[in-house]
């Protein structure tokens, strides 16, 4: 019984030597490898927990330290009664094994230090208590970018990395006040970006698909890379995006290369691959303009970037990471789902695909060409078939209004918020909505500063295009006359049943009769009659008997 294995466990720490401690915590951790739930007697769990602090104290082998915190890890997953492991001085001891006490970030045992590190990040996870001592009560944060340092020229295991990092985007993301400590550090901002950098600059060979050359990445790096990224999502959410200081241009600057590289990379498996990608666009959601721009480096000579082939060259820009957040995207829209699947799906690419459009003219230019081309077929409602632009239209409905208004921005967008072009490609009924919220309704331009340009309709377009039905967008069949036939006074009798049917449902507030006003948007017919000015009566008037 596990009881007994404790109670044998307990009594060990006390009188047994470190060969019997290694042995007796050794045939636990192997028996509870994939225990995340513990029935045993609060007393006993109590009790070990404060043998093993008092062990991991103590002077002893590091074999020994390593089997004590690794059943400390496996003790940690349980939410609940953490003891003493979540109280200063075990939290302080732990941080010491981990190399996290400031004084000791260069004293570093792989196995125990890993095993450590593990320890705090399910504690910080599962406890208040250790969360505030973590990020404030300690040196901790300092510690671990202390120990960044460390990274470039010295061989530190690759494990330490990434539980380093693990930590620390546990933190940033449970603690908010410790972001603004990294998003005004551009010190230790920096710090991060090499530790990311150095996960693309391995000598792995690359590979090629029929439209990019992919980077092959290690899985180790990859997961690496993805701790940073969450950790740099978190820091850098509410960063400024409009004027920044040359310091920290030069590094969001840098970042977008780094952006473009890890887009461009490829793990051991699609679902990996894809997993790196969802994080590198989640980032991208709160990157600034220069950064952005990274994405699509200069080419001048368009056969060849930095001495290889590239196969997307457009506008004298390479514009392969387009490429990719545009097959990120058609892999979301496919996949679909419901609910809260779908806006935690699409809400990141749809976000950081409207940034990017908005800010860089190339992949706009590019995605316009993949997602609107130019209009041949007009028969069908834009809603009707699988493209993208099918896809997207479809989604103008939703009834998740984060997913319909971020479909909604970037088709707006993609058309140079022209709404003439946006009502052509998806219909005025599907983009009502979003014109209706910018006071469009009447037509006319967005905000945004774009170049101008002229529609290049197809023949097949042009031949149609008087016959489209601009609410649905699309040519649509001559319909009979449903009152041929009927008398005048059918007509009139079937108007006034109509008419009285509209007025009950308005005086009920089932509906409420509009009409576009002055700034673009709808208003309420009774306020806009009660702004007509009627003409002075003539003074004249009132002398008549």
Same mark, same amino acid.
């Given at each position: 019984?596990?009881?007994?294995?404790?109670?044998?466990?307990?009594?060990?720490?006390?009188?047994?030597? +470190? $060969?019997?401690?290694?042995?007796?915590?050794?045939?636990?951790?192997? +028996?509870?490898?994939?225990?995340?739930?513990?029935?045993?007697?609060a007393?006993?769990?109590?009790?070990?927990?404060? =043998?093993?602090?008092?062990s991991?104290?103590m002077?002893?082998?590091?074999?020994?330290?390593?089997?004590?915190?690794?059943?400390?890890?496996?003790?940690?997953?349980?939410?609940?009664?953490?003891?003493?492991?979540?109280?200063?001085e075990?939290?302080?001891?732990?941080?010491?094994?981990?190399?996290?006490?400031?004084?000791?970030?260069?004293?570093?045992?792989?196995?125990?230090?890993?095993?450590?590190?593990?320890?705090?990040?399910?504690?910080?996870?599962?406890?208040?208590?250790?969360?505030?001592?973590?990020?404030?009560?300690?040196?901790?944060?300092?510690?671990?970018?202390?120990?960044?340092?460390?990274?470039? =020229?010295?061989?530190?295991?690759?494990?330490?990395?990434?539980?380093?990092?693990?930590?620390?985007?546990?933190?940033?993301?449970?603690?908010?006040?410790?972001?603004?400590?990294?998003?005004?550090?551009?010190?230790?901002?920096?710090?991060?970006? +090499?530790?990311?950098?150095?996960?693309t600059?391995?000598?792995?060979?690359?590979?090629?698909d029929?439209?990019?050359?992919?980077? !092959?990445?290690s899985?180790r790096?990859?997961?690496?890379?993805?701790?940073v990224?969450?950790?740099?999502f978190?820091?850098?959410?509410?960063?400024?995006?409009g004027?920044?200081?040359? +310091?920290?241009?030069?590094?969001y600057?840098?970042?977008?290369?780094?952006?473009?590289?890890? *887009?461009?990379?490829?793990?051991?498996?699609?679902?990996?691959?894809?997993?790196?990608?969802?994080?590198?666009?989640?980032?991208?959601?709160? !990157?600034?303009?220069?950064?952005?721009?990274?994405?699509?480096?200069?080419?001048?000579?368009?056969?060849?970037?930095?001495g290889?082939?590239?196969?997307?060259?457009?506008? =004298?820009?390479?514009i392969?990471?387009?490429i990719?957040?545009?097959?990120?995207?058609?892999?979301?829209?496919e996949?679909?789902?419901?609910g809260?699947?779908?806006?935690?799906?699409?809400?990141?690419?749809?976000?950081?695909?409207?940034?990017?459009c908005?800010?860089?003219?190339?992949?706009?230019?590019?995605?316009?060409?993949?997602? *609107?081309?130019?209009?041949?077929?007009?028969?069908?409602?834009?809603?009707?078939? $699988?493209?993208?632009?099918?896809?997207?239209?479809?989604?103008m409905?939703?009834?998740?209004?984060?997913?319909?208004?971020?479909?909604?921005?970037?088709?707006?967008?993609?058309?140079?918020?022209?709404?003439?072009?946006?009502?052509?490609?998806? =219909?005025?009924?599907?983009?009502?909505g979003l014109?209706?919220?910018l006071?469009?309704?009447?037509g006319?331009?967005g905000?945004?500063d774009?170049?101008?340009?002229? $529609?290049?309709?197809?023949?097949?377009?042009?031949?149609?295009?008087?016959?489209i039905?601009?609410?649905?967008?699309?040519?649509?069949?001559?319909?009979?006359?449903?009152?041929?036939?009927?008398?005048?006074?059918?007509?009139?009798?079937?108007?006034?049943?109509?008419?009285?049917?509209?007025d009950?449902?308005?005086?009920?507030?089932?509906?409420?009769? !509009?009409?576009?006003?002055?700034?673009?948007?709808?208003?309420?017919?009774?306020?806009?009659?009660?702004?007509?000015?009627?003409?002075?009566?003539?003074?004249?008037?009132?002398?008549?008997?």
């Amino acid at each position: 019984m596990m009881e007994d294995l404790v109670r044998s466990m307990i009594s060990m720490l006390d009188t047994g030597n +470190e $060969e019997d401690i290694c042995a007796k915590f050794q045939e636990f951790n192997k +028996e509870n490898a994939r225990t995340f739930s513990f029935d045993i007697d609060a007393e006993y769990k109590k009790n070990l927990i404060r =043998g093993i602090i008092d062990s991991l104290a103590m002077p002893r082998s590091s074999e020994c330290h390593a089997q004590c915190l690794e059943t400390l890890r496996i003790l940690s997953r349980e939410k609940f009664k953490l003891y003493t492991m979540a109280e200063r001085e075990g939290v302080q001891i732990l941080l010491r094994h981990a190399g996290l006490d400031i004084e000791s970030v260069h004293e570093m045992e792989d196995k125990v230090t890993i095993e450590a590190q593990k320890c705090l990040c399910n504690l910080v996870f599962n406890s208040d208590a250790v969360q505030r001592i973590c990020s404030s009560d300690s040196t901790c944060v300092e510690a671990v970018i202390a120990r960044m340092k460390l990274y470039k =020229g010295t061989d530190i295991n690759a494990d330490i990395k990434f539980f380093d990092m693990r930590l620390l985007f546990l933190l940033t993301a449970l603690c908010s006040h410790i972001r603004p400590r990294f998003g005004n550090d551009v010190a230790a901002l920096l710090l991060l970006l +090499e530790t990311l950098e150095s996960t693309t600059q391995s000598d792995d060979c690359s590979e090629t698909d029929n439209e990019t050359i992919y980077h !092959m990445m290690s899985d180790r790096d990859a997961n690496l890379a993805m701790e940073v990224l969450k950790t740099l999502f978190n820091v850098s959410m509410g960063a400024k995006r409009g004027e920044l200081d040359e +310091e920290e241009e030069t590094l969001y600057v840098q970042l977008g290369g780094i952006c473009r590289a890890l *887009l461009l990379s490829k793990t051991s498996t699609d679902e990996k691959t894809e997993e790196l990608q969802s994080h590198t666009v989640n980032l991208l959601t709160n !990157m600034p303009n220069c950064c952005i721009q990274e994405l699509t480096p200069e080419c001048p000579d368009e056969g060849a970037a930095g001495g290889k082939m590239v196969h997307e060259i457009y506008l =004298g820009r390479n514009i392969d990471a387009g490429i990719v957040l545009k097959q990120f995207l058609e892999k979301r829209l496919e996949r679909g789902g419901k609910g809260c699947r779908l806006v935690e799906s699409l809400t990141p690419i749809l976000s950081a695909l409207h940034a990017i459009c908005k800010a860089n003219k190339s992949i706009r230019k590019h995605l316009r060409n993949e997602i *609107l081309p130019p209009l041949r077929d007009a028969s069908k409602l834009p809603e009707e078939g $699988e493209t993208i632009r099918n896809r997207l239209v479809r989604l103008m409905t939703n009834p998740s209004t984060d997913v319909k208004d971020l479909v909604a921005d970037l088709l707006f967008v993609l058309c140079k918020e022209n709404v003439d072009r946006l009502v052509k490609y998806t =219909g005025y009924g599907n983009a009502a909505g979003l014109l209706c919220q910018l006071g469009l309704m009447a037509g006319g331009h967005g905000d945004g500063d774009y170049s101008t340009d002229e $529609e290049s309709d197809t023949e097949e377009y042009l031949e149609v295009r008087n016959k489209i039905n601009p609410i649905t967008g699309r040519v649509e069949e001559d319909k009979p006359d449903p009152t041929e036939g009927w008398t005048e006074e059918q007509k009139e009798f079937h108007a006034n049943q109509l008419a009285n049917m509209f007025d009950k449902l308005s005086r009920e507030g089932v509906i409420q009769p !509009m009409k576009v006003g002055p700034d673009g948007r709808p208003v309420p017919i009774e306020e806009a009659v009660h702004q007509i000015e009627l003409p002075a009566e003539s003074s004249d008037l009132s002398d008549v008997d």
